[in-house]
């Protein structure tokens, strides 16, 4: 009984935004308003990050192209800080501005599944064209691949789903991997896929005016690292469906002798539920980033990545500099969390690590400057990013204004 209302709930509250759809398209949009805003979890958390952020800096950097990049958001402090900094405009989505603005912009660009971000207007969105930048590259099920309500729902169900559901128009990707991977998890075809690359990459090429907004004490410290010349080797863990947490290997004292052996500082960007279970005073050996600080931002600063299954280590292969694998719950989760696409082994280049023993011993190796996966991360590189030129935002860009010469 419960799934049946379930299931009446999303089929009425999807048939009223349909029907606010259709009237608000009699409302003239200007191509020149594009509307920008960031989602990182699935609780709707508002942050200034990924893809979004990086298309909105360059755009509010560039007044040639004649567009109005304005960011919204329910959280007012980042409203606050970006209408303070020279060259930004931002709105709150609940103001008469913002609801106007909503009604008024042609273009919607976001970094996450429209049917579940709630900052933009799914009511006032008819006759916008929505356009999903995502917020990295699958290493693990999405979408409709990872929906086990849906995969449960009969024919009849399915098919209804994909009718009512609020779907972007087009999805921006870096190459064939990712984009027969959205086709399939968002129910697409091929002209609403467009490899162009992501924006935040281009960061990795060269830095943006103010890109470190809300982690400037983050940067600050790294780069106050480096100036020491000392190795920064970054950590980032993905998160468990299980929400065990495995990043208490910081606390091994050999770790410490190693960091302190080799003047190498661990910088540490955890998820929220380990960042708030483990204990890390900030040091000359160890530092933990914010919450809501940007990833992207501080990449190209550090010497070497250290992860487990999640997707940053394809953003990092276009540094060209080591990865190293901890995942001593390998098994248990490839049995509880989300699937992975491709093989683990096609993927993990670098030293995959089980124990901890073995995991200093390759940060040793690294520190040292052994790296025996060049060519194996090349060819990695050159699978997953068709462009590798630091140009994709300008050809998101002049993709997205083609398409008023097209008069889509």
Not at 131 to 154: A, E, F, R, T
Not at 251 to 279: E, F, G, R, S
């Amino acid at each position: 009984m419960y799934k049946v209302l379930k299931i009446i709930n999303y089929i009425v509250i999807n048939s009223i935004r349909l029907f606010a759809n259709k009237v608000t398209q009699i409302v003239p949009r200007n191509k020149n308003i594009w509307l920008f805003n960031c989602v990182v979890n699935a609780n709707n958390q508002n942050a200034f990050t990924h893809n979004t952020k990086f298309l909105y800096l360059y755009i509010s950097e560039h007044p040639e192209f004649g567009i109005s990049p304005i960011w919204i958001s329910t959280d007012k402090n980042i409203i606050k800080i970006l209408k303070q900094t020279n060259k930004y405009d931002a709105v709150y989505k609940y103001s008469l501005k913002g609801i106007w603005l909503c009604l008024r912009a042609k273009y919607y660009i976001i970094n996450l599944d429209p049917a579940c971000n709630n900052e933009i207007s799914q009511l006032m969105c008819g006759g916008a064209t929505i356009i999903n930048l995502w917020h990295g590259i699958p290493l693990k099920s999405i979408g409709l691949d990872v929906s086990y309500i849906y995969q449960k729902l009969s024919p009849i169900f399915k098919k209804l789903h994909k009718c009512i559901r609020l779907k972007a128009n087009y999805y921006i990707t870096n190459y064939l991997y990712d984009t027969q991977i959205f086709k399939k998890a968002f129910d697409l075809n091929d002209e609403q896929l467009k490899i162009l690359g992501s924006p935040r990459l281009d960061t990795l090429f060269s830095n943006f005016n103010n890109e470190n907004l809300f982690m400037e004490n983050d940067v600050e410290n790294i780069l106050k690292f480096k100036e020491q010349g000392k190795k920064l080797l970054l950590y980032v863990p993905t998160y468990r469906d299980t929400g065990k947490d495995i990043s208490n290997w910081i606390q091994n004292p050999k770790l410490l002798l190693v960091l302190k052996q080799n003047n190498a500082v661990l910088i540490c960007k955890l998820h929220p539920v380990d960042a708030n279970a483990i204990d890390i005073n900030n040091s000359e050996t160890f530092y933990k980033m914010s919450n809501n600080s940007d990833i992207n931002a501080v990449l190209k600063y550090t010497d070497a990545l250290i992860t487990d299954y999640s997707s940053i280590n394809f953003d990092y292969t276009l540094l060209d500099r080591p990865i190293i694998y901890f995942v001593p719950d390998f098994e248990e989760y490839q049995l509880t969390c989300h699937k992975f696409y491709t093989p683990y082994k096609e993927f993990a280049i670098g030293d995959v690590c089980k124990t901890e023993d073995e995991l200093l011993s390759a940060m040793q190796e690294v520190i040292n400057g052994i790296d025996n996966y060049k060519e194996q991360r090349k060819i990695l590189r050159d699978k997953i990013f068709k462009y590798q030129d630091g140009k994709n935002c300008e050809r998101v860009i002049k993709w997205i204004k083609s398409l008023d010469e097209k008069g889509k």
